[in-house]
């Protein structure tokens, strides 16, 4: 996908912050972004505010004359979707089709596959905040996940590469366990800074936020550097090693 020739016509299936940031990363690729289907109004007025000059449109317009059609959707909706398009012949054979579910592979379209199309699934490894600035540049240097089958597998690579991350193999036999990490990881970390700052707050410290910054930064570095998978909880409560 280097060059003009193989420049994509892409429609995103959802306007929530994956959707719109995706989105935004694709028209930067250099891809033309065609349209962006959603039901939701307030979503609909920030695709029309980020995104000016793309089509909102019902789902069953967006998929038609385009390359590639993107669902940011929960993953757990997508087949019955599929089963949707199918039944209504709205899906073009050699049409690209992928999603963002950290959850699924790319058999999540196999009712579609008679019809010729080509399935693939791309997850940016993040944590998505709904602004659509700060995920787009998280989105940058991100690993990302993806799965295809193996004749299809390097147009996925080449478009994660082009969102600006790097690709990493996550096949469907993993997926369960890459979704559980990714949910681990984000989910605690929300509660254990929200629980530092209510700590210092209720210490009445100055700018906690910025005081658990450093330590924050450095934990995580060294945790990620060490990579222990298994820790007695106790073990955390024992101070520094000095």
Same mark, same amino acid.
């Given at each position: 996908?280097?060059?003009?020739?193989?420049?994509?016509?892409?429609?995103?299936?959802?306007?929530?912050?994956?959707?719109?940031?995706?989105?935004?990363?694709?028209?930067?690729?250099?891809?033309?972004?065609?349209?962006?289907?959603?039901?939701?109004?307030?979503?609909?007025?920030?695709?029309? /505010?980020?995104?000016?000059?793309?089509? +909102?449109?019902?789902?069953?317009?967006?998929?038609?004359?385009?390359?590639?059609?993107?669902?940011?959707?929960?993953?757990?909706?997508?087949?019955?979707? %599929?089963?949707?398009?199918?039944?209504?012949?709205?899906?073009?054979?050699?049409?690209?089709?992928?999603?963002?579910?950290?959850?699924?592979?790319?058999? +999540?379209? &196999? =009712? #579609?596959? *008679?019809?010729?199309?080509?399935?693939?699934?791309?997850?940016? #490894?993040?944590?998505?905040? *709904?602004?659509?600035?700060?995920?787009?540049?998280? %989105?940058?240097?991100?690993?990302?996940?993806?799965?295809?089958?193996?004749?299809?597998?390097?147009?996925? @690579?080449?478009?994660?590469?082009?969102?600006?991350?790097?690709?990493?193999?996550?096949?469907?036999?993993?997926?369960?366990?890459?979704?559980?990490?990714?949910?681990?990881?984000? /989910?605690?970390?929300?509660?254990?800074?929200? @629980?530092?700052?209510?700590?210092? =707050?209720?210490?009445?410290?100055?700018?906690?936020?910025?005081?658990?910054?450093?330590?924050?930064?450095?934990?995580?570095?060294?945790?990620?550097?060490?990579? +222990?998978?298994?820790?007695?909880?106790?073990?955390?409560?024992?101070? &520094?090693?000095?």
């Amino acid at each position: 996908m280097s060059s003009d020739a193989t420049r994509l016509k892409v429609s995103v299936i959802g306007a929530g912050p994956v959707g719109i940031s995706i989105a935004k990363a694709i028209s930067d690729a250099g891809h033309t972004l065609s349209a962006i289907a959603t039901t939701d109004p307030v979503r609909a007025a920030q695709v029309e /505010t980020i995104l000016p000059g793309v089509a +909102v449109l019902p789902v069953i317009d967006a998929v038609q004359g385009v390359d590639l059609v993107l669902f940011a959707m929960p993953g757990d909706q997508i087949a019955d979707l %599929i089963t949707g398009l199918v039944a209504t012949e709205s899906l073009t054979r050699g049409q690209l089709l992928a999603h963002t579910s950290p959850n699924y592979g790319y058999s +999540v379209f &196999d =009712e #579609a596959l *008679g019809l010729g199309i080509l399935p693939m699934a791309i997850h940016p #490894a993040i944590k998505f905040t *709904g602004f659509s600035s700060i995920d787009r540049a998280r %989105i940058v240097d991100s690993y990302i996940a993806v799965d295809a089958p193996r004749a299809v597998l390097p147009i996925v @690579q080449t478009l994660a590469i082009e969102l600006g991350g790097e690709p990493v193999h996550v096949p469907q036999e993993a997926r369960e366990k890459y979704a559980e990490a990714i949910s681990v990881a984000g /989910t605690f970390t929300t509660l254990i800074v929200g @629980q530092a700052i209510t700590l210092l =707050e209720d210490a009445g410290i100055d700018k906690p936020r910025n005081l658990l910054s450093g330590i924050f930064r450095s934990s995580l570095e060294e945790s990620l550097r060490t990579a +222990v998978p298994e820790i007695d909880p106790a073990d955390l409560f024992d101070g &520094d090693n000095q």
